[in-house]
């Protein structure tokens, strides 16, 4: 397998555009988690799905972002209209069933100017 | 919500020497990991340990649920062993809590 596929790796956008994140979760794996990286405050869970249901979505920041999984092989993380404070590394990370660890993928590094 | 706790906030080890990192949470956990982010910013799944012990290689880790505490053990580091080691746990379902990570430098 070829595990986590996130992209883009590097996004560079105007403030005030929309951003599409994007993950390709490991074949199999039911779970698939949104983090998010800043040196401020460290790895942040945005929102995780079960088999394409979203259960907690209590970490995104605002309404300005939305996650959709419209199967089990995609999801996306779209932030509209991005601020320079959504500067950050983006995570996407699957994993099988409740008592195993998470793959991550290798991140979006996301700069808004 | 839980609390993670990890230290030391910072090592500097010289190649060959041993080291042990700690994670400390504040509640009954039914989730705990260890990850590795190297230089380039990847994150690396070491052990997936609620309870017990396990060892892959010059890694070893053990976690004593009862007590609220993870160990790292990491024998003989490498120079390939620096980055930032984070301890991450649940309490339940999936909302995995990251701890704020402890930097390792290995030195040649």
């Known amino acids: 397998d070829a595990g986590v596929i996130q992209s883009p790796r590097h996004e560079v956008t105007e403030m005030g555009q929309e951003v599409t994140l994007r993950c390709k979760p490991i074949s199999g794996h039911d779970y698939l988690f949104w983090y998010r990286q800043t040196m401020m405050r460290g790895l942040e869970l945005l929102i995780y799905f079960n088999n394409n249901v979203p259960i907690d979505d209590s970490g995104m920041p605002e309404d300005r972002f939305s996650a959709k999984m419209p199967n089990a092989s995609f999801s996306t993380l779209k932030i509209q209209p991005s601020e320079p404070r959504d500067s950050a590394v983006y995570f996407c990370?699957?994993?099988f069933g409740t008592g195993a660890g998470y793959t991550f993928g290798s991140g979006t590094r996301l700069t808004v100017v | 919500g839980i609390q993670v706790e990890q230290s030391p906030p910072d090592l500097i080890l010289q190649e060959g020497a041993n080291s042990t990192l700690r994670c400390n949470f504040s509640d009954s956990v039914n989730n705990l990991q260890w990850f590795h982010q190297n230089p380039w910013g990847q994150l690396i799944n070491l052990f997936y340990?609620?309870?017990g012990t396990k060892q892959n290689g010059r890694l070893s880790a053990t976690t004593v649920a009862t007590e609220r505490y993870s160990l790292l053990y990491i024998s003989s580091s490498q120079t390939t062993d620096s980055g930032v080691y984070f301890c991450?746990?649940?309490?339940?379902?999936?909302?995995?809590?990251f701890g704020a990570g402890t930097r390792l430098f290995v030195k040649a």
């Open positions: 340990i609620p309870s």
């Open positions: 991450a746990v649940a309490t339940g379902g999936f909302k995995t809590i």
């Open positions: 990370a699957s994993s």
